[in-house]
C-alpha cells in the first residue's frame, strides 16, 4: 500500500540559511499534519491543513511556513536556520473523517551546523 | 543513525511475556486515542486506536484500555517478541469540534530481552 512519502531523507544546512522539506500524502487523504521531533523528545504538532486551508496550527516558529498544493502535496518552508532547528520532521497524512488515525512518513532528519 | 528516546522511560521485558505500557493524557475533552510505535530512523507506525464511547478494544496480540475518569491510557502486547522493540507513543486528538489536532504523549521505550 502507498505511504506517506517525504523528501528529502536526509538535510544539512548552515545557520541562517533555508530549508524547504516536501511530503506527499497518502492518495486520497485530505489533510497533511507537520510534527517536529527533537532527540528524546514526543513529536511536536506544528501545523496541518486540509483541503489546501490551514486548520491548525500548534508551536510552529514565524520563521516557518507551510501550504498545501492543489495535488495535495505540502511544503515545509524553514528560513533563517538555527541550530535548535536540529530535529526529525515528520509529516502525517488522514483522511478528515471522524477519528481517522495519521498515517506518517519515514521524516526528514534536518541537521544545521 | 540518531536514536529514538534516548532519554525516555524505558520499560525491559523477557521475551515471551506481557508488556503494560501506560499514558496520562491531558485533556478531559479528548475523544480519540491512538497508539503508536517508532523504530529508530521510522515514523510513527500505528497500531491500535480507541474512541472515548469504549474502555477497551482489542487488536492482534495487542490491547488498549482506557480510563477516563483518571485520564489514562494503557497498551497491552502479549507475548511479547524482539520485534516490539521500539519506542511507543499515545496520541490524543484535542482538536475543536470539526478539527483535529492530535498531541503525543511522553514515549516509552520497551526493551524486549531474550
Known amino acids: 500500500a502507498a505511504g506517506v512519502i517525504q523528501s528529502p531523507r536526509h538535510l544539512i544546512k548552515e545557520k541562517r540559511e533555508t530549508a524547504t522539506l516536501k511530503c506527499y500524502p497518502i492518495?486520497?487523504?485530505?489533510?497533511v499534519y507537520w510534527y517536529q521531533q527533537g532527540p528524546g523528545q514526543d513529536p511536536q504538532f506544528l501545523i496541518s491543513?486540509?483541503?489546501?486551508?490551514?486548520?491548525d496550527k500548534g508551536s510552529i516558529p514565524d520563521r516557518f511556513s507551510a501550504q498545501q498544493f492543489s495535488d495535495y502535496h505540502s511544503e515545509l518552508n524553514m528560513s533563517s536556520l538555527e541550530l535548535g532547528d536540529s530535529a526529525l520532521y515528520f509529516c502525517?497524512?488522514?483522511?478528515?473523517?471522524?477519528?481517522?488515525?495519521?498515517?506518517f512518513g519515514n521524516g526528514t532528519r534536518l541537521t544545521v551546523t | 543513525g540518531e536514536s529514538v528516546g534516548l532519554h525516555l522511560p524505558t520499560l525491559s521485558v523477557q521475551e515471551g511475556d506481557n508488556s503494560i505500557i501506560n499514558c496520562a493524557y491531558s485533556?478531559?475533552?479528548?475523544?480519540?486515542f491512538i497508539w503508536y510505535k517508532q523504530e529508530s530512523g521510522k515514523g510513527p507506525q500505528f497500531i491500535i486506536d480507541?474512541?472515548?464511547?469504549?474502555d477497551k478494544r482489542q487488536g492482534q496480540r495487542v490491547t488498549v484500555l482506557l480510563n477516563k475518569t483518571v485520564k489514562h491510557l494503557s497498551l497491552q502486547i502479549a507475548a511479547t517478541q524482539p520485534g516490539d522493540s521500539a519506542v511507543y507513543f499515545c496520541?490524543?486528538?484535542?482538536?475543536?469540534?470539526?478539527?483535529?489536532?492530535?498531541?503525543f504523549g511522553t514515549g516509552t521505550r520497551l526493551k524486549v530481552l531474550a
Open positions: 492518495p486520497r487523504h485530505d489533510t
Open positions: 485533556n478531559s475533552a479528548s475523544d480519540y
Open positions: 496520541a490524543e486528538n484535542i482538536g475543536a469540534s470539526g478539527t483535529y489536532k492530535y498531541i
Open positions: 491543513f486540509y483541503e489546501k486551508m490551514q486548520s
Open positions: 480507541i474512541r472515548s464511547n469504549m
Open positions: 502525517a497524512s488522514s483522511v478528515q473523517e471522524y477519528n481517522s488515525p495519521l498515517h
